[in-house]
């Protein structure tokens, strides 16, 4: 139970730090839309986490700026070590 909790807890740590990571990401692309982090799953021995967003634009522009994340996840990596 106590290892959920702490889990839980860095997943949300890692959702706000991440949040404010992807505003400084100058792809034109991500800024064209307002992106979101929902969710922050972590594996239990906190190597590995997997990020839920979502993207307020039509699915042709929510497509491109999950292009612009991908291409921007070392700079998110970098900046959230």
């Known amino acids: 139970m106590a290892q959920n909790r702490r889990l839980e807890r860095v997943g949300d740590l890692l959702r706000e730090v991440t949040s404010e990571v992807i505003r400084q990401i100058k792809d034109p692309a991500v800024g064209s839309a307002l992106v979101s982090i929902t969710r922050v799953d972590v594996s239990s021995d906190l190597s590995y986490a997997r990020f839920f967003v979502s993207v ?7 497509k491109l700026v999950l292009e612009g994340l991908t291409r921007a996840s070392g700079f998110v990596r970098h900046q959230v070590k």
């Not at 307020?56 to 929510?62: F, G, N, R």
Request: charged fraction near 45%.
């Open 56 to 62: 307020m634009a039509d699915k042709d522009q929510q």
